[in-house]
């Protein structure tokens, strides 16, 4: 067990709808990082959060938006949902932004 | 752009066999590399991590890793493997203090052979 908790583990959902999968970080950690892991892409980093505040962002879609509130979790909203959003979504929290990275269990979507 | 090679997507191993498996990397600077380790349906488990110093690491679960700067690779090793090892192998590369976004590989699928 890392000690990152996300919620729910699995989630099914229509093409268009609008989804929102919510991160807990370890105890300490400031930094939040959302992970997309798919069949035909892999595993993509998406975002990266620090103590609130965006610090990096990678191949994430205009649909896709995220957060990092005061308490420091995280929510990644999804919208307009496409079949091809259906992957597993991680998140990983780090004490610092520069330093090892810890991966929750997942968030598997599956749009139909 | 930093990206990771991972030239094997299966590896079968009988047990207590030894194992290894291999990782390039291409990054401009000295990069932050780690092996993750991925059971099914589960998530990603830090096996180890190399920051800097000395080149080989030791991880858990037995497993050790070798940074050589000189073919950008960092292969992981196990001396004999055990049938709980069979599993999804994930090398990754960070920016670390220049921004910490983790780059993959994509992955060597263990099976281990009675």
């Known amino acids: 067990d890392s000690g990152v908790t996300q919620t729910p583990k699995h989630l099914i959902t229509a093409t268009g709808q609008r989804v929102t999968l919510r991160c807990s970080p370890r105890s300490g950690d400031l930094s939040v990082y959302w992970y997309q892991q798919s069949l035909d892409q892999g595993l993509q980093f998406l975002i990266q959060?620090?103590?609130?505040?965006?610090?990096a962002k990678g191949n994430i879609l205009e649909r896709f938006s995220a957060q990092q509130f005061p308490d420091l979790h995280s929510e990644l909203n999804l919208s307009s949902l496409e079949l091809g959003d259906s992957a597993l979504y991680f998140c990983?929290?780090?004490?610092?932004?520069?330093?090892?990275?810890?991966f929750g269990p997942g968030t598997r979507l599956t749009v139909l | 752009a930093q990206s990771v090679t991972q030239p094997d997507i299966h590896i079968t191993v009988s047990e207590g066999a030894s194992l290894e498996l291999r990782c390039n990397y291409s990054?401009?600077?000295?990069?932050?590399l780690f092996w993750y380790v991925q059971s099914p349906g589960q998530g990603l488990q830090l096996l180890l991590k190399y920051f800097s110093g000395d080149t080989l690491v030791q991880g858990i679960k037995g497993f050790e890793a070798e940074f050589k700067r000189s073919q950008s690779s960092f292969n992981l090793r196990k001396p004999s493997v055990h049938w709980s090892d069979a599993a999804e192998y994930f090398c990754a590369v960070g920016a670390g203090a220049a921004g910490n976004k983790l780059t993959f590989g994509g992955g060597t699928r263990v099976l281990v052979k009675p």
């Open positions: 959060y620090y103590n609130g505040e965006e610090r």
């Open positions: 990983a929290s780090s004490r610092t932004g520069a330093d090892t990275q810890y």
């Open positions: 990054y401009g600077a000295t990069p932050y």
